[in-house]
């Protein structure tokens, strides 16, 4: 019996100092708050802003410039990277259209999210979880404020992707940036349909869905939620795009009035 419930129990791993360092630069510079090339405060001024020792600031840092984020110069300190900013810039300019962008990105993201969703089931702590919970509310908040989503949709995302405890699968996403939410009103990859409350309702039930399994520790119901997620989200593109089609083709065939 005893036995049992100690089976049952599960304590939450907290989060080393300089992973919280770290989540936040990250952040930061996904936000853009910090700018690629950009030079990086000290090591004292970063060790008077989060509170913590030198040896937890060189932690996060050593972490950073592993991940390929940010890179020490001898006697000069430690810079924002500019080559990843630039590469995806470039790349973005090759991708085509916006609806080929928003295509080609949901196609992406079904390669990375199906996978990290079923690792946040099985790997997150209580913080990460409840970091999962508080976008999925934030996205529900602002829904009835009839405010853009964008944002909170890409936190919640980006925060299952935290929840593996595999930097890259964060990276991956902020990346991608906006371009992996396209329906927020400021994305330049929005529509009108998008924008619309049913259209967004449906997305908070497809997330009500992956939150569910990960907080109940199902990996593959976690999984398959966020392909069904992602998979109706390339159908319903597809679909905006065919009707788009055929309105112009049943505009053009119209006899004009002149």
């Known amino acids: 019996m005893a036995t049992d419930i100690v089976g049952n129990l599960k ?8 992973e919280t360092v770290v989540d936040a630069i990250r952040e930061q510079l996904r936000s853009g708050m910090i700018q690629p090339g950009q030079k990086l405060p000290t090591e004292g001024q970063l060790t008077e802003a989060f ?23 001898q006697g000069a300190g430690v810079f924002v990277v500019e080559q990843i900013s630039t590469a995806f810039g ?22 990375i999210e199906i996978e990290s969703a079923g690792l946040a089931a099985i790997r997150r702590n209580a913080a990460q979880e409840a970091a999962i919970q ?9 829904l009835l404020k009839s405010e853009p989503t964008g944002p909170a949709d890409l936190a919640f995302h980006r925060a299952i992707a935290s929840a593996t405890n595999n930097p890259f699968y964060v ?4 990346v991608l940036g906006r371009r ?3 329906c927020d009103v400021t994305s330049p990859w929005s529509t009108e349909i998008v924008q619309s409350d049913n259209y967004q309702r449906g997305l908070q039930r497809e997330h009500l869905a992956i939150l569910g399994a990960i907080s109940a520790g199902d990996a593959e119901t976690a999984r398959n939620a966020m392909r069904l997620h992602l998979t109706a989200s390339q159908k ?4 905006r795009l065919q009707a788009r089609q055929s309105f112009y083709k049943s505009a053009s065939a119209v006899p004009s009035n002149k």
């Open 171 to 174: 990276e991956m996403l902020d």
């Open 51 to 73: 509170g913590v020792s030198r040896t937890v600031i060189r932690e996060a840092l050593a972490t950073l410039a592993a991940s390929g984020l940010v890179e020490p110069r």
């Open 90 to 111: 470039a790349l973005t300019s090759e991708m085509g259209t916006k609806d080929s962008i928003a295509l080609n990105v949901l196609e992406v993201r079904l390669a």
């Open 180 to 182: 992996a939410i396209p």
């Open 236 to 239: 319903r593109y597809r679909e």
């Open 134 to 142: 508080e976008a999925f509310f934030e996205f529900d908040d602002l």
């Open 11 to 18: 304590v939450a791993r907290k989060p080393k100092l300089s």
